[in-house]
């Protein structure tokens, strides 16, 4: 998001023209020349850290078990485009769900605008699997390898050699086994857990397109988290662009206090103390060291205001309450606040977007629920063959040809039977063996023909009855109308 225009009366903090070497309103992770600015934030130490570790392990956790761990029979998340069924904790949805997969995806979208408006970006910083691998994974590696941000950048920017060479030959080797297992997990998620293990155990000639789209997957995990890191975020995700409509003065963000913190300027302890004891004039909190920059994972300065980069990851706030500790000044220069809170105003919960975003989400839930809970143990639909509308036999009678789509939508295996009910007379003759036999989740379409008297007819038309029967008791029927000769 852009910085916003300062209000009247409001301090307008000064821009930080020695960390994106150039005056210019660029990506902090651009030069002026277009180039790309290699970032090396510093970890900090905090109890935000900590938090965020411990969510980061669960989610990894989480992650990984998700297409792994099987629910009534299916991983606990399935989207199989191919077979076109999506299973979520259980719940099994197909094509034919249109309704259910449209509240479904509404209430995602509601949910991610809602959470939004609450919390700001606590997604981006806390659970998005971007953050979550880069800062919890790839980088503690590179780190345990290559030593500290400024001994890495010193080695970066030096020749090739044998140190340079072995260390960047291990971190990537390392990297390709987390990328490979990334891959494989990512993949997973779509084809399910029993057919990726079927493709990696057989013979690679067997299932040479699985070889090829698992290597390009890979390679695409490591390009990302070796290379592209945080520009993910800052060039890529598009919802970092849709904050300025998804935030308003009243929802969470990590900012910096200017009231507090200004005028910043570098001092040492010794003149804090004076200032405290009223020998010079008193400045800022803020004495301008930089932790908060050197800790920033997109390489943002977070006392310029809010800023389309920012990911809320709380770095800059354990970076900058560990200042704070050594100069004896008060934490949360650096906090979870809101704009409004910066200006002296209350932070409201309850305003007109939230109201309008919970009501919506509970209307749309139950909706959702209900539909859920409405749909019935076979989805069945009765349509006509391609072909002539209908066939006049030798006997006069006229046939239409129709064809039966049904889908097991239970978790057990069953079978049905179609009989014709109406009109009167009526014949039904099935093509193929029957009864049908279905497993859970199959769908078959059976081949009909229906032959009615002429006398039946009325007007061109006749509604016909059809009743299915299933071996599990269940029985339902369904009507579709037969045409004939008008005359």
């Known amino acids: 998001m852009a910085n916003h225009p300062p209000r009247p009366g409001s301090f307008v903090p000064q821009q930080n023209v020695g960390v994106l070497d150039s005056p210019e309103e660029v990506l902090s992770t651009m030069t002026r020349e277009g180039k790309r600015r290699w970032l090396y934030p510093t970890p900090s130490h905090g109890k935000f850290t900590r938090r965020r570790?411990?969510?980061?392990?669960?989610?990894?956790?989480?992650?990984?078990?998700?297409?792994?761990?099987?629910?009534?029979?299916?991983?606990?998340?399935?989207?199989?485009?191919?077979?076109?069924?999506?299973?979520?904790?259980?719940?099994?949805?197909?094509?034919?769900?249109?309704?259910?997969?449209?509240?479904?995806?509404?209430?995602?979208?509601?949910?991610?605008?809602?959470?939004?408006?609450?919390?700001?970006?606590?997604?981006?910083?806390?659970?998005?699997?971007?953050?979550?691998?880069?800062?919890?994974?790839?980088?503690?590696?590179?780190?345990?390898?290559?030593?500290?941000?400024?001994?890495?950048?010193?080695?970066?920017?030096?020749?090739?050699?044998?140190?340079?060479?072995?260390?960047?030959?291990?971190?990537?080797?390392?990297?390709?086994?987390?990328?490979?297992?990334?891959?494989?997990?990512?993949?997973?998620?779509?084809?399910?857990?029993?057919?990726?293990?079927?493709?990696?155990?057989?013979?690679?000639?067997?299932?040479?397109?699985?070889?090829?789209?698992?290597?390009?997957?890979?390679?695409?995990?490591?390009?990302?988290?070796?290379?592209?890191?945080?520009?993910?975020?800052?060039?890529?995700?598009?919802?970092?662009?849709?904050?300025?409509?998804?935030?308003?003065?009243?929802?969470?963000?990590?900012?910096?206090?200017?009231?507090r913190g200004e005028p910043r300027a570098k001092r040492s302890k010794k003149k804090i103390e004076m200032e405290r004891q009223g020998l010079i004039p008193a400045l800022g909190d803020c004495i301008d060291c930089g932790a908060c920059v050197r800790t920033c994972p997109t390489g943002i300065d977070i006392r310029d205001g809010l800023q389309m980069e920012c990911i809320a990851c709380t770095q800059c706030i354990d970076a900058c309450d560990a200042i704070m500790d050594r100069i004896e000044k008060p934490r949360g220069l650096i906090r979870y606040t809101s704009e409004n809170a910066l200006a002296g105003k209350p932070t409201r919960i309850l305003r007109p977007r939230t109201v309008l975003y919970s009501a919506l989400l509970l209307v749309l839930g139950a909706l959702f629920v209900m539909a859920l809970t409405s749909r019935g143990a076979y989805d069945i639909n009765v349509g006509r063959s391609v072909g002539a509308p209908y066939t006049i036999l030798p006997d006069e009678r006229i046939a239409n040809r129709l064809r039966f789509r049904v889908r097991n939508q239970t978790n057990h295996p069953s079978a049905f039977s179609i009989e014709a009910v109406a009109p009167a007379g009526v014949e039904l003759r099935v093509v193929g063996v029957t009864p049908v036999t279905l497993e859970p989740g199959e769908m078959k379409r059976v081949e009909t023909w229906v032959i009615v008297p002429p006398e039946d007819f009325t007007a061109g038309s006749v509604d016909g009855v059809f009743r299915l029967n299933f071996d599990d008791g269940f029985s339902t029927d369904a009507t579709f109308r037969l045409l004939g000769p008008s005359e």
């Open 53 to 259: 570790r411990i969510v980061a392990w669960a989610l990894i956790l989480v992650y990984l078990l998700l297409p792994v761990i099987p629910v009534n029979g299916q991983p606990a998340v399935l989207l199989d485009f191919i077979h076109r069924e999506f299973a979520l904790f259980g719940i099994i949805f197909y094509p034919t769900d249109t309704l259910l997969l449209m509240f479904a995806l509404i209430l995602v979208i509601l949910t991610v605008v809602f959470g939004t408006a609450l919390l700001g970006r606590v997604w981006c910083g806390w659970a998005c699997p971007q953050t979550v691998y880069l800062e919890f994974v790839y980088r503690p590696v590179e780190r345990l390898i290559e030593g500290r941000e400024h001994v890495r950048k010193r080695r970066d920017e030096g020749p090739w050699t044998w140190d340079k060479i072995w260390r960047k030959t291990l971190k990537i080797s390392i990297y390709l086994v987390i990328s490979l297992v990334l891959a494989h997990t990512f993949v997973a998620y779509f084809v399910g857990w029993d057919h990726l293990l079927a493709w990696m155990t057989d013979p690679p000639t067997t299932h040479w397109g699985f070889f090829v789209m698992m290597a390009f997957t890979t390679a695409l995990v490591m390009f990302d988290f070796t290379y592209f890191r945080e520009q993910m975020c800052t060039i890529t995700c598009p919802y970092a662009r849709m904050q300025s409509v998804l935030l308003d003065p009243d929802s969470l963000i990590v900012s910096y206090d200017p009231n």
